[in-house]
């Protein structure tokens, strides 16, 4: 095959596969509708089966090894998964709850803000879990909510780009290479849109709290036309084939799986800070099955739960005695005090309030228009 054939067939397929990614981002969930996106018979019959019913924002697909690991171990138990947004989680908790209806046994979400206030409003069932004796204590708040992962958010950039130079690798530096290259870079640049994504407001705020002189730097950005969205695949793609220069700010667990069959994708943890966050499982105040879904939480902070996420479905876990590759043990050994994960608390929920996230929200924006 000539090298021009093979360049066209990459392109191809990595416009077949943005497509995908397109229509999966589209097409709202089956269990948006009311039905589980996965449904699992349990492995044996039994005269009584149950069911462990679940509400996550973890692709289905993705949650496979670890629901077929914790069925293994319960056979006679059977599982419907049901893939949903976070606010739509959410929601439905809180609606079925109000009714008296019985709700999920556990939810499992990337929002940890809207995950801390399902507890702090009173929808989270206290758990005591054999497994979060080992899990750090920042990670867990009044026994109700859970840390499972520890996810960067991190600074991308298309390398081909940056030959002749290092990336930018502190947000003092990126606000310098945005001015001084805003020429060259505008229009390529993009980042959350955090009226629309709760990803980008949250991780909005964290910088704000981590550091006086954020605004420079989303001044700068706005300078340089950076292009907003709601979702992290839809940035993560136009880097890795150079429509875009930098991103900003994007969940590293996603950027680390495109880099995998991206070479030009290059990716760096801000070495001035790098906020880590964690999706969050808890069992609902209505949960039909408590027990099941304190089990399964439990299995998620077990070593062998936190072995099967970080090697079979990707995603970096905080299990401090756990070593190798996507694990918190081996980041720290890599980037040392810059970690700075997101304590488990009340405190999340502060943006939450109208009046605040209007605030910062409509700071954000003047920030990109001041140029």
Request: charged share 20%.
């Amino acid at each position: 095959m000539c090298a021009k054939t093979a360049a066209i067939l990459a392109s191809m397929l990595r416009k077949f596969r943005f497509l995908i990614v397109l229509f999966c981002l589209a097409a709202p969930p089956a269990s948006a509708a009311g039905g589980p996106s996965l449904s699992l018979e349990p492995l044996t019959r039994s005269p009584a089966p149950r069911i462990l019913t679940i509400y996550s924002s973890l692709d289905s697909q993705m949650a496979l090894p670890l629901l077929a690991a914790f069925q293994k171990a319960r056979p006679s138990v059977g599982i419907k998964f049901h893939e949903m947004q976070t606010q739509d989680i959410h929601a439905r908790i809180i609606a079925e709850t109000d009714r008296d209806d019985t709700t999920a046994d556990l939810v499992f979400s990337s929002a940890m803000d809207l995950q801390v206030k399902l507890a702090n409003d009173g929808y989270a069932q206290p758990v005591r879990l054999p497994a979060a004796k080992a899990i750090p204590s920042w990670a867990q708040w009044r026994h109700s909510v859970y840390g499972v992962t520890f996810e960067p958010a991190v600074i991308l950039y298309h390398k081909p780009s940056f030959e002749a130079q290092d990336p930018p690798r502190t947000r003092a530096a990126l606000a310098r290479y945005l001015k001084d290259h805003e020429a060259q870079v505008y229009g390529r640049v993009g980042t959350y849109d955090v009226e629309r994504a709760g990803l980008g407001l949250f991780f909005l705020a964290r910088d704000g709290e981590h550091n006086r002189g954020i605004w420079d730097l989303f001044s700068a950005l706005g300078a340089a036309g950076v292009k907003l969205y709601s979702n992290s695949s839809a940035i993560v793609e136009r880097v890795a084939d150079g429509r875009f220069v930098l991103g900003y700010n994007i969940l590293g667990s996603y950027a680390t799986a495109w880099a995998r069959t991206a070479p030009d994708l290059g990716i760096v943890l801000p070495e001035d800070y790098t906020v880590v966050m964690s999706r969050i499982g808890l069992v609902p105040r209505a949960a039909n099955a408590p027990d099941l879904g304190a089990a399964f939480l439990d299995f998620l902070l077990s070593r062998a739960g936190q072995t099967i996420l970080a090697q079979d479905v990707g995603l970096p876990v905080l299990l401090p005695d756990l070593d190798g590759p996507n694990t918190a043990t081996e980041m720290r050994a890599l980037y040392g005090a810059r970690l700075r994960p997101i304590p488990v608390g009340p405190a999340l929920v502060v943006y939450l309030d109208q009046v605040k996230r209007q605030r910062l929200i409509d700071r954000w924006n003047r920030a990109l228009r001041m140029q």
